[in-house]
């Protein structure tokens, strides 16, 4: 019989409702990871033990769900708090595919649902129903789809999925050619020193060097699947973003 572990890897790659079959081998709720990683199981390997989230067996039904959702797949109840060790995939969360290139007019539709189902009103009916987890749950959905809105933030979250990658504002050191670039496009605000046309110009410009970015972004994510190719673009990405914050407050 496969240890309450190797259950949870293989289930990653069973759809849900294939799941549900393999519940019997759930480990009890609560259980912890001692209890639960037999020594002698042949089919657990370290790098797949480490995937272990006891957080995400259902303290009902005890369902394996493979992310985070404020309700549980199987039998429909509010889950309890997501601890922050708990794994949160805002994709699979509003129901959209890993893409940086996303139609977001089915996350906002997904958005608004669970939205819904949150709300204290909706809930007020619901035996057992916790306001204040709700509430939470809330917060995490409205996470998701800013997140999925921002073309940055969406590149950044499907580097951590797919590569583990964290991309940090404040301590990415970015690239000489980076730097050189970011210069002169500050160099170029700081001499247009407010006129209204020569700051259209580069805020044009910019925009133009964003979508660019985006469409190198498509290709790296969703075709090419080069991660650390889209370190890079996230990083220079990010120093764009930052120049049209400052040409959006530089005054006219």
């Known amino acids: 019989m496969l240890c309450h572990h190797h259950y949870r890897c293989v289930t990653r790659a069973i759809p849900p409702f294939a799941r549900l079959r393999y519940r019997a081998f759930a480990a009890p709720s609560g259980a912890s990871k001692s209890q639960t990683i037999p020594e002698n199981c042949p089919a657990c390997s370290p790098s797949k033990v480490k995937d272990y989230t006891p957080c995400l067996d259902c303290p009902k039904c005890h369902f394996v769900n493979t992310t985070f959702s404020p309700f549980c797949p199987s039998c429909d109840s509010l889950q309890p708090p997501k601890p922050s060790a708990c794994p949160v995939d805002y994709f699979s969360l509003l129901n959209q595919p890993h ?113 660019a970015c985006e469409a190198r972004l498509v290709t790296l994510c969703d075709e090419a699947h080069d991660w650390n190719a889209v370190k890079k673009e996230v990083n220079r990405m990010k120093f764009l973003v930052r120049i049209n914050e400052r040409l959006r407050d530089t005054p006219i």
Not at 99 to 105: Q, R
Not at 164 to 175: H, L, Q, T
Not at 176 to 196: H, K, R, T, W
């Open 99 to 211: 893409k940086f290139n996303l139609d977001t007019t089915v996350a906002e539709q997904s958005y608004r649902k669970w939205q819904t189902r949150l709300h204290p009103d909706k809930l007020a009916s619901v035996e057992g129903a916790d306001t204040t987890t709700a509430a939470a749950h809330s917060a995490l959905v409205n996470d998701a789809i800013n997140v999925l809105r921002s073309p940055l933030k969406r590149a950044v979250h499907l580097l951590e999925l797919h590569a583990g990658i964290k991309v940090d504002a404040d301590e990415e050191k970015p690239e000489p050619s980076v730097l050189v670039e970011m210069f002169q496009y500050n160099e170029e605000i700081d001499d247009a020193d407010g006129d209204e046309e020569e700051l259209a110009r580069i805020t044009q410009e910019n925009d133009e060097r964003l979508k």
